[in-house]
């Protein structure tokens, strides 16, 4: 996702951090070098410009200065300022009428059909009864693509061989979706140029005729530049409801969210994460510019918690991991830290490499057992793992009101977490951060 | 050239739309005026509005900082042409042609997804077979949806044979289809392949798989290995090319989808920063939308100051 544009702030952040107060010469800089990173994963140039101006006017203001970690605070307020540009909350589908109409649009081979059918087979999870409705009538095997993707979801695929007409097509699928029992008409369209006027004229159109609760922008999270212009003359010929950001398993830095989101003044709603059909997800504003500014190493992870994390133990705490000299006492502060920054939960999304685990319950309690066991070792156990014997750890058993199998079971854990820091030394931090999660 | 080289469809494409770049252009370079700090912002904003990148861009404007000197009154036409040819001199090169390659002359088609790999195999079949050349084409997606459905249309069109195999491995399929060509003495054999993210790993070994298969029954094959680039890409699209080649050495770039308003300046990053040469350009979804690129005439239509057409 967004981790490279993380990756430049965060180089921004560690040289600001040095500095000790903010002045209108390093500011510039540091925000030339946020213009740069936001360019690089492909922001379009206007939208940097009022997004440099507003975070430049914030940071100038007399509350940062008189702080005493600047940097911090502009982490602070570029977060705020990108979650406020990303649509601040997560949007829902309005799906009102009966059947409620969706209608799919977009530049050729953004996502559209596929989208499609992601979103029948999510909204039948939903308890939804779909129908898929094949208004490209020009792509070669468009409609048969439609059908195929319909078949194998086992969800009815309404299409007109041979007609050109889509407004018609579309009209007939939704007086025939009570045959299909449907309740939701999902209408998939061909791609089209925001500049080709008679395709923009058949997708107005289109809206007129269905009058869909939901107008959906599909777009590629490679896009660049060009975003704006799109996405803008998409905007502008039809009311669109929302954006669905397509391919973001890719590594494209996905500036293209900030721009279609400012152009459209419409929500991202979903992001499609993969060429199979269970790949959609709901968009997160605030979870996308976490990540934007939290990824790439522990210390930016824990920037989240601005002002209950002390940077400075943070950078230590990494600096320990790499040398391989972490012990338990260091763990104990890393969790105390990683505690102070809310539910785990939301944390796991922002790492990478967790994707796919972050809708795993992460236990709380354990968690709470863990600190209490690593509470009652002495500083110098904490310190000296390796003297941990039997005797001790019945003692730190009975002192957290834990199973001595239980002190046993973290002694193992923190053994092989810090066996795999040995190996993660000799990496990149990008690698490092890859598989470090998996010791928590 | 292979394509009629008149461009006035990509002229049209880029200058169609009144994007910032062709206003800002016209406005910014007229008559003679002092050269400001200002106006360097503006060219380098112009730049990075075509998705040209900013180490680039900026190294184009250091270009153009040494030859003309701050604070001097230029003709800003003569710095339009400076930018024109530093520009143009960046995409030039020589790329390969079929002729006088054995037989059958095999092109491998690679990229990410939705870029237009499928349509443009298409449009190449169709300029191969109009030239008189017997043309197969090979359905090396064997995943995505109605992809060997959609290849078979541009086959029917293209007047182009079609070698399938439904849900096989594409290697299976690539294999099969070089030995008949071989032994039936084709001339030009053209592999649509997947879309794939250069990320997906598993997709990038099979891609790999398929390059060997294809050296297995050819050994010099495949003499032509074109990535398609969307136009609308932004910057991802370099990481893309250092990808694909790095497990298929990239011959062409084919830029697809310059019929928008996006100007695929990504494609000028690619040649400058991996030496890979956009060699087609994509102007449309017909079958004839398709042309020989030409730098000279490309950065002209890039820079394009308004006038009537
Ligand atoms: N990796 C990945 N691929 C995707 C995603 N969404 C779509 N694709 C792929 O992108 C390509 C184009 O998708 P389509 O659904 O055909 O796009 P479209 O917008 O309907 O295309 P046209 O109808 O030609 O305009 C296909 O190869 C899809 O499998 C995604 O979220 N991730
Ligand atoms: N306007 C325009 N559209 C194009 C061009 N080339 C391809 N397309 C369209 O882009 C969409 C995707 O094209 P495909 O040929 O299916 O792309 P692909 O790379 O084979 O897609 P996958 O196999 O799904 O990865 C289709 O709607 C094409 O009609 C072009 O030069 N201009
Ligand atoms: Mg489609
Ligand atoms: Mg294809």
Redesign the pocket.
């Known amino acids: 996702m967004l981790e490279q544009l993380s990756q430049n702030l965060e180089h921004v952040f560690k040289r600001l951090r040095g500095h000790g107060k903010l002045s209108e010469d390093n500011i510039s800089e540091a925000m030339r070098e946020v213009r740069r990173a936001l360019l690089e994963a492909d922001v379009n140039y206007k939208v940097v410009r009022t997004f440099i101006n507003s975070v430049k006017e914030q940071a100038l203001g007399s509350e940062v200065l008189r702080s005493i970690t600047p940097g911090q605070q502009i982490v602070g307020i570029i977060h705020k300022e990108l979650i406020d540009l990303l649509g601040g909350s997560t949007a829902e589908l309005e799906l009102s009428g009966n059947p409620a109409i969706i209608l799919l649009v977009g530049l ?2 953004s996502g559209k059909t596929t989208t499609s059918a992601k979103l029948a087979r999510s909204l039948r999870k939903q308890g939804r009864q779909p129908l898929l409705v094949a208004c490209d009538v020009y ?1 070669p095997a468009a409609i048969t693509q439609l059908q195929v993707l319909g078949k194998q979801l086992d969800i009815p695929v309404y299409a007109e061989e041979g007609n050109r007409d889509v407004v018609q097509i579309a009209q007939a699928a939704i007086r025939e979706s009570a045959r299909y029992a449907a309740n939701v008409v999902i209408v998939d369209t ?2 089209r ?1 925001h500049i080709d006027a008679d395709m923009m004229d058949e997708v107005k159109n289109l809206q007129k005729a269905l009058k869909p609760a939901e107008t959906l922008f599909v777009a590629d999270a490679m896009t660049g530049q060009d975003a704006v212009n799109a996405a803008g003359t998409f905007a502008e010929a039809v009311t669109l409801s929302g954006v669905v950001l397509t391919k973001m398993d890719g590594d494209a830095r996905g500036g293209a969210a900030l721009s279609v989101r400012e152009v459209t003044g419409t929500p991202i709603k979903y992001i499609g994460v993969g060429e199979h059909l269970d790949k959609l997800e709901i968009f997160h504003p605030d979870r996308m510019a976490g990540r934007i500014l939290g990824m790439g190493d522990i210390v930016s992870l824990v920037e989240k918690a601005q002002e209950d994390i002390d940077v400075e133990e943070a950078a230590r705490l990494e600096e320990k991991m790499l040398k391989n000299t972490f012990d338990l006492e260091d763990f104990k502060q890393q969790l105390k830290q990683l505690r102070s920054m809310g539910p785990l939960g939301d944390l796991m999304g922002m790492i990478p490499g967790m994707k796919g685990i972050k809708d795993v319950d992460i236990d709380e309690k354990r968690l709470t057992r863990i600190e209490a066991i690593i509470n009652s070792m002495t500083l110098v156990e904490r310190r000296r793992p390796q003297i941990l014997n039997g005797s001790r750890r019945k003692r730190i058993a009975s002192g957290s009101g834990t199973k001595v199998q239980d002190v046993n079971q973290l002694i193992k854990q923190f053994q092989s977490m810090r066996k795999m820091m040995k190996k993660f030394g000799k990496m990149n931090k990008r690698q490092l951060m890859k598989n470090l999660p998996m010791g928590f | 050239m292979l394509f009629s080289a008149t461009f006035k469809k990509l002229k049209q494409g880029l200058s169609r739309s009144r994007t910032q770049l062709n206003n800002r252009m016209s406005k910014l370079f007229t008559g003679s005026v002092p050269l400001t700090e200002q106006m360097l912002e503006e060219i380098e904003e112009t730049l990075i509005s075509a998705d040209i990148g900013v180490d680039l861009s900026l190294e184009i404007i250091e270009n153009l900082r040494k030859n003309f000197p701050l604070n001097q009154v230029v003709d800003m036409a003569t710095v339009v042409a400076f930018l024109r040819a530093d520009l143009s001199q960046r995409m030039t090169s020589k790329p390969g042609e079929a002729e006088g390659h054995e037989k059958p002359y095999v092109i491998l088609v690679v ?10 195999i298409g449009k190449l079949a169709h300029h191969y077979s109009k030239a008189g050349k017997k043309v197969l084409l090979v359905a090396g ?1 064997t995943f ?1 949806a109605a ?1 060997i459905e ?1 290849l078979a249309i541009w086959s029917e069109r293209s007047g182009a044979e079609l070698m399938q195999k439904e849900a096989t491995d594409p290697s299976a399929v690539v294999f099969d289809a070089l030995q008949s060509a071989k032994q039936r003495g084709l001339d030009v054999v053209i592999i ?1 392949t ?2 794939r993210l250069h990320t997906q790993k598993n997709l990038m070994v099979e891609l790999d798989k398929i390059q060997r298969v294809i050296k297995k029954v050819i050994p010099s094959a495949p003499h032509e290995t074109v990535l ?1 680039i969307d136009a609308t890409t932004g910057q991802n699209g370099l990481i893309q090319a250092r990808q694909f080649s790095q497990v298929t050495p990239v011959d062409h770039l084919f830029l ?5 308003t996006a100007k695929g300046g990504i494609a000028i990053a690619i040649h400058h920063n991996l030496d890979i040469p956009v060699k087609y350009i ?4 017909q079958i004839e ?1 398709i042309q020989n690129f030409d730098p000279v005439s490309y950065v002209e239509a890039l820079f394009q100051v308004r006038e009537t057409h």
């Not at chain 2, 697809?256 to 928008?260: F, H, V």
């Not at chain 2, 994509?282 to 979804?285: A, H, I, R, V």
């Open positions: 050729q081979g792509r061909a791609g140029l | 990229g990410v997804n939705g870029t237009g790999k499928t349509t443009s997606d995505r992809a959609q649509d997947a879309g398609t697809t989808k310059l019929d928008g994509g102007l449309g979804e939308d």
